[in-house]
């Protein structure tokens, strides 16, 4: 095969000259040869800088100093190096940031590894003056939805240099979010993305960087708020861009989606419990939320419940759903994934929600909102976040990770900000609860629905592995929220034989590829 070669791009400014010698240095020892660095000196008063950059280059021939005549800052100074750039891909890098030693190298593997690779990034951490190393990022694998609440990728960032020019390079204006502006344009055209799960970057920390205080930047969030919106016009999403609930975040705030044939599907007993004090039959109270706090047009509610369901609860029900409401006898012994099938199988909608009969509406337009992203063709499935009776999260997505299936965050604040901020914002998991869940019929039944050999467990990861493993997304929508009943003191009694199904049919998991 061809060489790949890679530019890698610094702008430069006022960097202190130790630090800058450690960048240089950062790269002419890399393991791969085959690189440029593209050294742009953004006007610095420094007059030392000049000298660094004019010793390395005579260093090293594959070293090219870019001298500016005036300061334009970051998005002039990144677009004069790409500009300067020769290698078949852009590698950003920071001025006082440090590439780790194998970084091009495992890059290049990836990039012949791959099929039409377009754009790569790594996993990162953070470096202080005195050489130590400190919070690692293990970033999730390609994560459209993430992005859009936080620019996520960020280092190491590799970029097919035809495409970098292809979309505009930096765009002036947005100044403290140009790298995220600039890679939500680049990933809306990459034909090949790849996540690389190594610390190849480590980002410097030092007075005055974002990589110590976010908030040194203000200024980029509302550029980052730009850059998110109109991401999303250009995509075709009805929905806008606001500032999320810390620095770095954003909330996308999609319109539901109210004229969408769908059918609520609820497996019950008719269960009585006490909830804030009071006894309540769970899925009249779970229905009745529903409704209050819908305007939805086109909706169905599917009562899928056992023969010994108490009548007056069915009379209930259809007192507050009226003819909307569709009540499907289920009967022979407990099989969970069986009665969902079966609610589907009689249902109408071109969409399907499930929905335990414990829960209750916190949010507005839950079945819309849960709806709006499904009309993107790559969402397969979207869930909620479900809170406990106490406001402790009982959900905010599966993580199927060492060998373990479990529910992320469980038992966490609901004010929580997560690893890296991953409460705060929609974002792609392996797996969602089907306590709450919403999928269009056409990927509920391209995958096979339930798997009724899991009748009580792991039925819903399941599901969820089956609808990724089809190529689709699994959205958590962090805007979404009910309660969720369920007794956090309740032991779950798991089969041998039901891990057993699973375990044959998926094997151990190792690395979340979406850690949360």
Known sequence: MNTIVFSVVVPVYNTRQDLLLEMI??????????????????????????????????????????????????????????????GDFVALLDHDDLLAPEALERVAEAIRNGTNVDYVYTDEDKVTTDGTFYDRFDKPSWSPERLRGQMYTSHLSVIRTSLVREV???????????????????TERARGIVHIPEVLYHWRAVEGST????????????????AVDEHLKRSGIKARAVRGPVPGTYTVEREPQLDRSVSVIIPTRGTRGVVFGEERVFVVEAVRSLLEKTAHRDLEIVVVYDAETDPAVLTELSEIAGDRLTPVLFSGVFNFSRKCNAGVLASRGDAVVFLNDDVQAISDEIVGQLLAPLDEPDVGMTGALLLFEDGTIQHAGHQHHDANFTHAYFGYTADAYGAFSSLLFNREASGLTAACIAMPRSVFLEAGGFSESLPGNFNDVDLCLKVGTLGYRLVWLRGVQLYHFESKSRVTTVQEWEQRILIDRWGLPERDPFLA
Do not use: C
Not at 69 to 83: H, K, L, M, R
Not at 172 to 186: A, C, E, K, T, Y
């Open 25 to 86: 240095r950062s790269v002419t020892t890399q393991t791969y040869p085959h690189w440029q660095l593209v050294l742009v000196n953004d006007a610095s008063p420094d007059l030392g800088v000049s000298g660094v950059l004019a010793a390395a280059a005579v260093e090293d021939r594959r070293i090219v100093v870019v001298e500016r005549a005036v300061n334009g800052g970051i998005v002039a100074a990144s677009n004069d190096g790409i500009a300067a750039a020769t």
């Open 211 to 226: 990589a110590l205080d976010i908030d040194s930047k203000s200024y980029a969030w509302d550029a980052g708020v730009r």
């Open 168 to 186: 505009g390079a930096f765009r002036p204006g947005f100044d403290g979010s140009q790298d995220h502006d600039l890679i939500l344009r680049v």
